[in-house]
Each structure stands twice: as structure tokens, then as C-alpha cells.
T-cell receptor, first 112, second 116 residues
Framework: GDSVTQMEGPVTLSEEAFLTINCTYT??????LFWYVQYPGEGLQLLLK?????DKGSNKGFEATYRKETTSFHLEKGSVQVSDSAVYFCALILTGFQKLVFGTGTRLLVSP | NAGVMQNPRHLVRRRGQEARLRCSPM?????VYWYRQLPEEGLKFMVY????????ESGMPKERFSAEFPKEGPSILRIQQVVRGDSAAYFC??????????????FGPGTRLTVL
């Protein structure tokens, strides 16, 4: 079935470090891909998305490129801040379906 | 510009009781989705509803769980005779058009259900 695999956390970084959170997917069709962020005690917020191969989603300094050849959608940020500490979820949705399929989430901890 | 509203935020029930979780979608949105997040896991799709219709309930447990989205009022997720395994965070999302990939799902803050 369709699935999303994320790197396990926690990912612990110092402020201003470079961030990569790996995400790969398995899908029977051509999905749209998403990154959501969940801050402590809150719901999920859409961080960025890409709807077709080679698209790059970006927001708040975060970027991810839809790589069809490697079925990946890795999240990157050049310089993290303490306020980026949260759980990041990679997700996909197949055309014609309405349900998001989520990875298990990766917790990011950024220290000053 | 109110977002997706869910209440209560926290709900405690004893085994065998009923739990009712409410979700008011964003203004103008007529598509509602429910997801469940078990401890230390990702979110799992439960059900997708439009006004007065269940469109996809492939993620709903076959027993004790039901959902509705009436013509007027919030969407309700109902869990009868709760068990400890139902303890989780339940998230509601809404979208404007329901077109997969072209339509963003916006999430509420969730209801954290604890079953004693």
C-alpha cells in the first residue's frame, strides 16, 4: 500500500546549523507531497507542498524538492532556530483520493 | 479569520462511556476529515465527510465509531463504549473543494482523549 517513511528522531542541532530530514514514499500513482509541522500541544500546520515531479516547495526558509526518480521529498533548512523545535511530518495524497498518508514524524530539537 | 475549531481540547472518559468530539470547519469549507494520532505515531486517516454525506470511511474501526457532518452545526466523531486503546489525539481537518493535491487540508488543534 501507499506509505511514507521518515528518518527517526530526535534530530538534535545547535542554532544556525543545517537541517535535513529525510522522507521517502511508496505510492501506486503520482502523489502530491507535503510537510506539516506540529508544535507542542498544537495541531498540524502545513509547512510546504509540491504537486508534481521536480517541483520545489518552500516556506519560512524550509525547502523540499519532489524527486520522482528517488521517490523522495527531503526537508532542508540552511540555518535552524530554536523556534523551529517541533515534530515534522511528511505526507502524501493520491490524486482522486482525499486522505493524507503520514509518516511517523521526526522530532527536531534546536538548542541555543 | 477563525481556523478549524475543535472541542473539547481534552476529554477524560471511563471505560464503557461515550465520547463525543466536535469539529467546526473553517468558514466556507464543506469538506471535513478526521485523523487519529496514537502516542508516538503519525496521524492515521479515519473518515472523510461532506455535508450530510460520508464519502470515505475506510479508516474507521468497524465497531463503536461513527461520524456525521449535518447540514447545520459541527461535525461529530462519536466513540461508544470507549476502551483504553481509544486514548489518542483526534484531529479534524477541513478543506475548501476536496480536490486531492490541489486543495489544502487545514488542521484543528485536536482533542486529546484519555480513557481511564
Amino acid at each position: 500500500g501507499d506509505s511514507v517513511t521518515q528518518m527517526e528522531g530526535p534530530v538534535t542541532l545547535s542554532e544556525e546549523a543545517f537541517l535535513t530530514i529525510n522522507c521517502t514514499y511508496t505510492a501506486t500513482g503520482y502523489p502530491s507531497l507535503f510537510w506539516y509541522v506540529q508544535y507542542p500541544g498544537e495541531g498540524l500546520q502545513l509547512l510546504l507542498k509540491a504537486t508534481k515531479a521536480d517541483d520545489k516547495g518552500s516556506n519560512k526558509g524550509f525547502e523540499a524538492t519532489y524527486r520522482k526518480e528517488t521517490t523522495s521529498f527531503h526537508l532542508e533548512k540552511g540555518s535552524v532556530q530554536v523556534s523551529d523545535s517541533a515534530v515534522y511530518f511528511c505526507a502524501l495524497i493520491l490524486t482522486g483520493f482525499q486522505k493524507l498518508v503520514f509518516g511517523t514524524g521526526t522530532r527536531l530539537l534546536v538548542s541555543p | 479569520n477563525a481556523g478549524v475549531m475543535q472541542n473539547p481540547r481534552h476529554l477524560v472518559r471511563r471505560r464503557g462511556q461515550e465520547a463525543r468530539l466536535r469539529c467546526s470547519p473553517m468558514k466556507g469549507h464543506s469538506h471535513v476529515y478526521w485523523y487519529r494520532q496514537l502516542p508516538e505515531e503519525g496521524l492515521k486517516f479515519m473518515v472523510y465527510l461532506q455535508k450530510e454525506n460520508i464519502i470515505d470511511e475506510s479508516g474507521m474501526p468497524k465497531e463503536r465509531f461513527s461520524a456525521e457532518f449535518p447540514k447545520e452545526g459541527p461535525s461529530i466523531l462519536r466513540i461508544q463504549q470507549v476502551v483504553r486503546g481509544d486514548s489518542a489525539a483526534y484531529f479534524c481537518a477541513s478543506s475548501l473543494m476536496g480536490l486531492a493535491g490541489e486543495d489544502t487540508q487545514y488542521f484543528g488543534p485536536g482533542t486529546r482523549l484519555t480513557v481511564l
